[in-house]
T-cell receptor, first 112, second 111 residues
Framework: DVKVTQSSRYLVKRTGEKVFLECVQDMDHENMFWYRQDPGLGLRLIYFSYDVKMKEKGDIPEGYSVSREKKERFSLILESASTNQTSMYLC???????????FGEGSWLTVV | KQEVTQIPAALSVPEGENLVLNCSFTDSAIYNLQWFRQDPGKGLTSLLL?????REQTSGRLNASLDKSSGRSTLYIAASQPGDSATYLCAVKNQGGKLIFGQGTELSVKP
């Protein structure tokens, strides 16, 4: 079975802190994605990557950056966390020509 | 700009009832449509995927249909069970490869 693992399920961070959210997939997928999910707004794409060291902005990249140094790992970075970044963050992956998208369990981030 | 809408936002039914969840989209130029299930506090699990050339897909008690011309998809759940309680989301993949999600329907099946 495909597994997308988000190492941190629940985090509480202070405003201004640098935050790293890590995601690892074990199926050699080329494509990886970071979404955030908020009540009333649904899932919104932050960043995605089609290959190692490659990244593309999604719909709401402001305040975020990403890193993909290895194929299996895609990290989301909040350079200076703010309270409006309190949310559920979901990582996902697909094969290059794949249709089915696989999601991790999510990371709940609270910024105080 | 593609928009995906799911109505109703919440639905409560007694166990054993057959039910239909609705998904509509504004741009018919889609690559495929997927239905997902999300349990509280968890990630999304893909249930069914319908390619743009297909009309329906079935998996067990689930049947999803697609009518591209009218911009609609339905997810039919037969003989609902309390374990089906979850939020169901649909997402369309446009020709550029981007997934656009609806906001989901929260389903509660009462014993």
């Amino acid at each position: 079975d495909v597994k997308v693992t988000q190492s941190s399920r629940y985090l509480v961070k202070r405003t201004g802190e640098k935050v790293f959210l890590e995601c690892v997939q074990d199926m050699d997928h080329e494509n990886m994605f970071w979404y955030r999910q908020d009540p009333g707004l649904g899932l919104r794409l932050i960043y995605f990557s089609y290959d190692v060291k490659m990244k593309e902005k999604g719909d709401i990249p402001e305040g975020y950056s990403v890193s993909r140094e290895k194929k299996e790992r895609f990290s989301l970075i909040l350079e200076s966390a703010s309270t409006n970044q309190t949310s559920m963050y979901l990582c996902a992956s697909t094969a290059l020509a794949g249709n089915t998208i696989y999601f991790g369990e999510g990371s709940w981030l609270t910024v105080v | 700009k593609q928009e995906v809408t799911q109505i109703p936002a919440a639905l409560s039914v007694p166990e054993g009832e057959n039910l239909v969840l609705n998904c509509s989209f504004t741009d018919s130029a889609i690559y495929n449509l997927q239905w997902f299930r999300q349990d509280p506090g968890k990630g999304l699990t893909s249930l069914l995927l319908i390619q743009s050339s297909q009309r329906e897909q079935t998996s067990g008690r689930l049947n999803a249909s697609l009518d591209k011309s009218s911009g609609r998809s339905t997810l039919y759940i037969a003989a609902s069970q309390p374990g089906d309680s979850a939020t169901y989301l649909c997402a369309v993949k446009n020709q550029g490869g981007k997934l656009i999600f609806g906001q989901g329907t929260e389903l509660s099946v009462k014993p």
